[in-house]
């Protein structure tokens, strides 16, 4: 009898081992955050700024209007469905009317101040969020951009 006990903790011993040794496995499993991905800054040219007022009635908001648009929008390029990485929409021979950004794995359109543009690339009642914006900059010099713990130089 004081064999079977010993085997039997052994076993389960093991099977905890087992378990604590896979762990890091499942962790690599779960979808990286948006921060982990790459960070992407746009900065708006004159005709576009009319577009971004023009699509206020496509999108869910932050809504637009002449002299509120920021001087540059800072986001991760990456889908609020399942993270993928979007593409410009300038390089996409389709039958997409605006310009912006796609996912061409799983669908969905963002204009390129981040926000979700509805109907565009997606099934009809389909809505998703808008990119996760950056929101935490400032200026640090001409062309200097400080970001927590990061520092991006535009030319």
Not at 6 to 23: A, E, Q
Not at 53 to 65: C, D, Q
Not at 91 to 113: E, N, R, T, V
Not at 139 to 152: A, C, L, M, N, T
Request: with cysteine; proline share 7%; aromatic share 14%.
């Amino acid at each position: 009898m004081r064999k079977r006990k010993i085997l039997i903790r052994c076993v389960w011993g093991g099977c905890v081992g087992l378990l604590f040794s896979l762990s890091p496995f499942g962790e690599s499993l779960k979808p990286s955050s948006a921060t982990d991905g790459p960070l992407a800054i746009y900065r708006p040219t004159e005709e576009y700024l009319k577009e971004l007022v023009a699509n206020n009635k496509l999108t869910t908001g932050p809504y637009y209007s002449e002299g509120t648009i920021p001087d540059f929008f800072v986001y991760y390029p990456l889908s609020t469905h399942k993270g993928c990485f979007l593409h410009d929409s300038s390089g996409f021979a389709g039958d997409i009317p605006l310009q912006g950004l796609f996912d061409p794995c799983h669908m969905g359109f963002w204009d390129y101040s981040g926000r979700f543009i509805k109907g565009i690339n997606m099934p009809d009642g389909v809505q998703l969020k808008n990119l996760e914006v950056e929101g935490s900059y400032r200026w640090e010099s001409d062309g200097v951009i400080r970001f927590p713990k990061k520092q991006i130089v535009i030319n």
